[in-house]
Each structure stands twice: as C-alpha cells, then as structure tokens.
C-alpha cells in the first residue's frame, strides 16, 4: 500500500497501479473513456486529464493523463484544478462535434456513460454549428446494432474485440474525423463474445439488437440478480424485466467467475423465456389431444393417477436444485431419476469424485486467466464452456506480463505490454479431435481420437510422475510431444489442465485428473477443471440418484404406474425407440415444464412451470459453487414454480407416502433448502449461497427498480389509472418496485443493477468493489462445496487410474461419430431463442477433407439413417466422424461406431 493526496486529502492506495484507478477507488469523480479494467490503458481520449505536482512546493503543476500516470509514494495530484477541468471540458466539447445528440431516442439513454462523463465535466452547450460528419451504419448480424455516428472513437470496441476476445472481423478504418469502427462489409460479428460490446461502448454505437424489438426505457424495467442456464460455468447475470416479460440480460461481475464478460449464448440465449413454445396452462389428455383444465381438476387428475401404483421422478439437470429436490421427496430416494443415461451420471459423478479428492487447487475462471501453463485434453471449451475458454485465451498473455516486469512497464499499460510480448511463446497446448477456437493461441494443437487422447494423457502423468501408470506402444512423435508438454508443465508456477464430457469419455477425465494430481505433488497450486454440459449437472452428481435405463426396466416390467417428469426432454436423452417403448409401458406421464418438448403430445398431464427469470432457484456449477438465481418476473397464473408444482401433486396424493409428509408443509424456499439440507448434509451450504427471503437492509427490502421513477401504474393505465400494489415474492428479499433499499455496501448476491449517482451506467460498478477488478464490497456471490486442498493433500500418496484405453485403430468401413457440439444450436434451451438460432448454422456432418466425395452422406446409427450434408472439418484424423449432436440422441450416447453411406450426387443414378 502507498498513499496519493486528491485535492489536498490523504488517500491510501494500492502500488502498481495508475492514477485513475487510485483515484477512483478513493470515490473521487473521474472521467473517462478509453480506459477500461479488463482492457488496460493506451491513453486515447484524453478525458482523464488532472493536475500532478511535483511536491508541496509546487504550484504550477502539470496536466498529466491519469490513466498513463502510475501511482508514486505520497503523489500529489488535482482533480478539480481550474486548468484541468478546463482542459477535460475542451477535450469532451471536441468529442461531441460530430456526435448527433440523440439522447431522446438512443437506446444507450438513462445508462449512458457518455451522459455521465459530459455532465460529470460541465459540458451543457454546444457551440459547433455546422455540417455534422456522417457514417453509413452496417448490418452486424442478429445481436448487435450499429450506430456509427455516435462515436467518439475511445477505441474501446476493437481494443475488446481483437485483443482480448481473439476477433479478426471488426477493426478501425480510416483516421481523424472519418475513422470508422465495424466491418470490412456488412455481415454478423463472428466472435463468441460480440455482444459484450454493447456493454463495453461507452456511447450508443453498439446496443442490444433483441432489445430493440422491446425496447423499455431503463428506469421502468425490474432488475433481478440471476445466474445463467446455457451451460456449467455459472456465469451472473442480471435480468431485466418489464411487466411479465424478460427484455434483456446483462452481465453481473463476479471476481472468480465471468468478471466483466459474458458470452452470446448466455446474454441472448433468454428468448425462449417469451418464445410461443411455453406452456402456460395446464393440459390434460382427452381423446387424443391436450386440453386446458383448471388448477383444480388438473390435481384431481393426478390424485387417481397417484392411487394405481407407484410414482417415479425424472429430473433434470437443467432444473434448479430446490425442484429437483421436491421431486426426490415426492417419488422417494428409490425411486427417483437424475434424467440422465448411465453414461452421462457416471461421467458427472466421476467428474464429483475426481475434484473432490484432487490434492492440488481446483481454479476458478479467473485463476485460469493467471494460469502459466495450460493443458486442454479433449474438450473444445469455446462450444461446451465459453467463458472458461476466453479465460485460457488470456492465459496465454502470461508470459508477456513476466516480459514487462521484468522491463519494469506495468501490466496496465496495455500497448506497451502487448509489443513487449510479440514474440513470447505460448504455453497453451490443445489435445482434441477436432479444430477449436483456441487453436489460433495454442503452441500445439494436436488430433486425435479421444482414447488416443487419452492415452497421450496417462503418458504425460506418467513422465511428471514414474508411479503413475506408463502407456505402451507410443509413436516416437507422440513421445516427444508429450515430453515437451510435460516439461511445460512441470516448469510453470501455477499450472491448469481442463478436461470435461463432451466425449463422454471417462478416461479423457481420468487423464486429465492424474497429470493434475502428478503436478500437484511438486506444485500444489496445480489445478484442474472439469467441464460438464448443464448448468446443474453437478448438483445432481452431489445428489445421485437413478440412470435412465433403470427407470426404462422398470417400465418394461410393470412397476411404474406415474411417471413424473420435471423440465427434462426426453429426446435428448433416449433413442426414439426407447421412448416410444416407455411411453407404451407407463399408463400416466406428467410433464413439468415451462417449454413444449416431444414427450409433451404423449402425457397425461402437463403442468407449467416457471423459467429461471419467474422463480428463485440454486444451481451447482461445474466447480461446484452453489449460486442462487432471483425472480424477475412475475408470471401469471397458474404458472408457478416447479417446485411449488410438485409440492401440490404430493398434497393432493392422498394418503400421502411417509416421505412426502415434509414436502407438503413447506412454505417458501428456505423451507426447501432447510429440508434440502437435512437431507443431504453435504448440500447443506447451498442454503447459504445468498441471503435468505428475511434479509433486509436498514429495515426495509431491496429494491429490484432505480429510484428515478417506478412505471407500475402506466403498466395498467389502459385498464385503470388506480395504484395497484406491485406483486411480492415470498422467496426474495426483494421488492419490485423502486421502494426499498440500495447501496453500493448490499450483499453481491443481491445486487439487481449498477448505480451510484452520478454514475448511471455499468461503469458505476466501481463504486460496488474494494478495489477494481478485485472483490464485491458486499462479500461474496455464491459458496464453493469442494474444500481446498490442505498443505499436506499434496503430499499423500495418490491412486492414479490404471485403465489405459487401447490405441484408436480406423477402419474401412466404419466411422467413429464423435458429437459436433456448437456454441449456437446445440443447447436445448437456447435452440428456441430467435437471435440465438439466427446464429446457427445448418446440421452437417464432419469427415476429413480426404473422405468427401459427396455433398450427402447417410449416416447409420441406432435410431435409423441420417442424411446429412457433408463437411470437410481440417485436421480431423481418420477414421472419425462429427454428427451434430442435437440431431440425433443426446452427446453421451457418443462415441460409438457407426457407418457411412454416400449418397448420390445430383444426375447420377441410385
């Protein structure tokens, strides 16, 4: 710690770091806009302009760029300095001359940090009065909206874009009063993490495309905390609501996870909240066709059902934890269902078991992104895992900050930094079957099958460690590789390996697990990570519970007489003839979901339940971080949530069963948690993931709107211009209107939104952290599971895995069909999410260039012949196939053998 003096005030602060920071964490009102925390400085716009003097002694002082300026023992500086603010009001006048001053109708209004930083100089009256510079706007695709001409050219976007987020579509043409930030022509933006820049443009330039179609003014929209759904990372979110409908998500910081960034899938995959295929009545089958019935009579229905036999539940892991929980205590212990095969539950609880006993650290998101070392063994993180993939994409630049420390240029200086580490080499290393968008980064990216991957795995275990068990027969390059990987490896301070189930394969885990475990005898800082497929799969691995195929005998032998299934599709689970034959051996099938699935048409019963942005819910990410997801929207009757559902069939079962005596008295979701607890001890610190519904802050409930204004009466003016109390949830701390409390001191697991006069925009985040970049003030979102590894883990002897697969051996006729798991069109929820599915692109089957020789080629599996068309895929070793893998039964049920059959080309006979 060192000390600056702002305005004649003693501040402490922290060394290595500049001026703006310092001063910003010491609360004083700075402006700027290239700067950014993640981004680093290049000094660009000249708004952060202040008055440094070289002593007490010194009057006169110089204008200095505070973002460019590092922090020195006893600095004094000021920022109300007659010259420097004059300088800052002339630097912002000259910024707005081409801007249109479209507040009125931009989109960015009411969280604009162009706004705040103009009002934040004095600058209230413009003088320019001639012709205005204008640009054409470009078409950027289904999420982002291109206006140019707000521009103030802070090079924030390309800065983002290209350097942190590894793009090459977006760039700046042309220089001075013409340059121009977009496309070389019109088309979408191809980069995974596209739609931070709506949140990354300090101006109106690049805004929320979706939103648009919807667009309410800020003030008037509910804000809530949440947690995305669209994979096992855990990213927070924020989603904002008007009325019963979810209008857009936006990041949440949080310091070990996704930080400042959010990937497209998880900041536009929301639509099928608001898509036609929710279901939001009750449903009951009569004659053949699903009718609507009453609450009531929907119950009574399942009340007769409930009085012929036994009742099973599937759950499902992209259900939140106090649902699938319910469902445990309705159908009991013996009888309730992960929703998943064999495959996935073994995977997912091997991937338990592996972290649990891992002796080294078990690294978050950002951990990685300070990882020295990275070993990738069979999983393209970007598809399956995207913010964990742009983490290891910054890891890369490690060694470019050793470079700069070492030529004493602090890591803030970004420009500086990044031309010191040119020519550093990068110590990424990617074993996968397939291409991925790391490879660009990687200092080898290697295919092969996944056993073979697998075996290179065991082989770089056994070179770090001679006790874990050796490969035979390696090629001599293969040898050498993992050599060269393993000494990467071993010489790094902090290394990661990264596995996961894309390949549901329990030996690429099993690898994975032993080259972490062999490092961390020598390293315990040595972490591992294990990527599974839904945002709650390992709350159900902590959970356990029935494979599918147990519940499938079961049903083939009679002794199912309900089958209650909870937001899980079936179809991507099953083969078509496995679901055919349950739905033939099961009289009554009761559907809980918020979205149509094809199980749907068969079932007796069909409840809605609400979506992750209508009800509260706890969900365990892939790390095992329970994290807690709050209700926006208040949806109406009888939508409620599934939880809530299945307490109501367990009160309407009568005589109720001895286990669901608990179910039926409770009240809201602490009674679950406080029940999920005492059923599973080791569960038990999920409750704690956020504060309960009591909380309150200075006496009163937290506010889920700004304080500006509250439109619930202009919601209903059409109907009545009379107050209406605001709905209330029995399961929040929040109110949802703008009464209740706020502040930047409230628990990081509440916060619904960033502001802090007159900090209006996303950068008011500042005022919301110790430090920036660093922790929440309010502590803390979500609690970890897994404990740390203790000094002594590293130590202990470790049981390494001595299955070793055999070599992959090609074959003539056939093919191995790995899944083609894509960022856009392969998760189930984000499928029915317009600008998500606008993103992608059509089914095709990946074989090597080598084996094309046709546009269509038959696919054979167990389900029956896929025509598909045909894709060369780079690199793809022989003997292998990539099938997507929502075409056809669920990942897991890969890989497997398959054959090929071309088809003929147009003109030629059959």
């Not at 049903?555 to 003839?577: F, K, M, Y």
């Amino acid at each position: 710690m060192t000390r600056i003096h702002i305005d004649g005030k003693e501040c402490p602060t922290r060394t290595g770091v500049n001026l703006l920071q310092a001063c910003l964490e010491a609360g004083a009102n700075l402006p700027y806009f290239c700067w950014h925390p993640e981004l680093g400085s290049v000094g660009a716009c000249r708004q952060c302009a202040i008055k440094q003097f070289t002593g007490p002694d010194d009057t006169k002082g110089r204008i200095v760029m505070a973002c460019m300026t590092p922090v020195g023992e006893d600095t004094i500086v000021s920022i109300d300095d007659t010259e420097a603010r004059d300088f800052r009001a002339s630097v912002i006048e000259w910024m707005m001359v081409n801007h249109p001053h479209d507040c009125p109708v931009c989109e960015e209004g009411g969280e604009c940090h162009l706004q705040d930083m103009t009002v934040m100089t004095g600058h209230n009256t413009r003088r320019y009065r001639f012709t205005k510079r204008t640009h054409r706007n470009q078409d950027l695709g289904p999420f982002v909206k291109h206006e140019m001409n707000r521009c103030i050219a802070c090079y924030r976007c390309v800065r983002f874009y290209r350097d942190y987020a590894g793009g090459d579509d977006l760039a700046a043409f042309a220089s001075h009063d013409h340059v121009y930030f977009g496309r070389a022509a019109d088309g979408t933006l191809e980069n995974a993490f596209s739609g931070n820049l709506v949140e990354i443009c300090p101006t109106g330039v690049f805004t929320d495309r979706p939103f648009s179609a919807t667009y309410t003014r800020k003030w008037d929209m509910r804000g809530a905390p949440s947690v995305c759904v669209h994979c096992a990372v855990g990213c927070n979110t924020i989603v904002n609501a008007r009325g019963e409908t979810v209008r857009r998500v936006l990041n949440r910081y949080n310091t070990d996870i996704n930080r400042y960034v959010l990937c497209d899938r998880g900041r536009f995959g929301h639509g099928f909240v608001n898509a036609p295929t929710r279901i939001r009545t009750p449903l009951c089958a009569t004659d053949g066709q699903q009718v609507p019935v009453p609450v009531a009579d929907a119950l009574a229905r399942f009340a007769r059902m409930a009085a012929d036999g036994q009742i099973v539940g599937i759950a499902s892991p992209r259900a939140a934890l106090e649902t699938c929980f319910s469902l445990h205590a309705l159908a009991g212990p013996q009888h309730f269902s992960t929703g998943q095969t064999r495959q996935e539950q073994s995977c997912a609880e091997l991937a338990h078991a592996l972290l649990g006993r891992h002796p080294g650290r078990l690294p978050t998101i950002h951990d990685m992104e300070s990882a020295d070392a990275v070993l990738v063994l069979g999983e393209d993180v970007y598809a399956t895992a995207p913010r964990l993939g742009l983490a290891l994409r910054q890891s890369v630049r490690q060694p470019s900050f050793h470079t700069a420390d070492e030529a004493r240029v602090p890591r803030w200086m970004d420009a500086a930094v990044r031309t010191l580490g040119a020519e550093c080499p990068s110590a990424l290393h990617v074993l996968t079957p397939a291409p991925t968008a790391l490879d660009d980064v990687a200092a080898d990216s290697v295919r092969a099958a996944p056993d073979d991957i697998a075996r290179l795995g065991f082989a770089i275990a056994h070179e770090i460690d001679p006790a874990a068990p050796p490969v035979a027969d390696l090629a001599p390059d293969d040898t050498r590789l993992v050599t060269r990987i393993a000494r990467t490896l071993v010489a790094a301070r902090t290394p990661v390996v990264v596995s996961g189930m894309q390949y549901g394969s329990p030996a690429l885990m099993q690898a994975a697990a032993s080259i972490a475990a062999a490092l961390a005898r020598a390293t315990p800082s040595a972490g591992l990570s294990l990527v599974l497929p839904e945002c709650n799969t390992m709350g159900l691995a902590m959970m356990g519970g029935l494979p599918l195929e147990t519940v499938m005998e079961q049903a083939r032998a009679g002794a199912i007489s309900t089958l209650v299934v909870v937001e899980n599709d079936l179809t991507r689970h099953l083969s078509p003839a496995d679901v055919a034959d349950l739905v033939a051996a099961v009289p009554d099938i009761v559907v809980i979901d918020h979205t149509v699935t094809p199980l749907c048409q068969h079932a007796s019963l069909v409840l809605p339940s609400a979506a992750f942005s209508e009800c509260t819910g706890t969900f365990i990410s892939h790390e095992g971080r329970a994290q807690r997801s709050f209700q926006a929207v208040f949806p109406p009757a009888p939508i409620q949530a599934g939880w809530r559902w299945i307490q109501a069939l367990g009160q309407s079962a009568e005589p109720a069963a001895p286990h669901m005596t608990e179910l039926t008295g409770w009240r809201d979701l602490d009674d679950v948690l406080a029940a999920l607890a005492a059923a599973f001890p080791h569960l038990a610190p999920a409750a704690r993931a956020a504060p309960d519904a009591h909380y309150r802050m200075d006496g009163q409930k937290l506010r889920s709107q700004t304080y500006r204004a509250s439109g619930r009466t202009v919601i209903r003016s059409f109907v009545s211009v009379r107050d209406q109390p605001p709905p209330a949830s029995a399961d929040t701390p929040f109110s949802s209107s703008m009464e209740g409390a706020y502040g930047p001191d409230m628990p990081a697991a509440l916060v619904s939104g960033y502001q802090a006069s007159p900090w209006n925009s996303v950068q008011a985040l500042n005022r919301f952290q110790h430090e920036i970049g660093g922790d929440m003030r309010g502590g803390a979102s979500g609690i970890r599971l897994f404990p740390s590894a203790g000094p002594d883990d590293a130590g202990r002897p470790y049981a390494y895995a001595t299955d070793i697969p055999t070599a992959y051996v090609a074959r003539a006729d056939t093919m191995l069909v790995l899944p083609d798991t894509r960022l856009f069109g392969s998760e189930e929820l984000s499928m029915s999410s317009p600008p998500v599915m606008a993103r992608a692109t059509a089914p095709t089957l990946g074989l090597p260039a080598g084996m094309v020789r046709s546009d269509r080629m038959t696919l054979h599996l167990e389900d029956g012949p896929h025509i598909l068309p045909v894709e060369p895929v780079p690199g793809l070793p022989a003997g292998i196939a990539l099938c997507p893998a929502h075409m056809v039964a669920r990942a897991f049920r890969f890989p497997r053998m398959a054959r090929l059959e071309r088809m003929p080309d147009a003109g030629e006979g059959p």
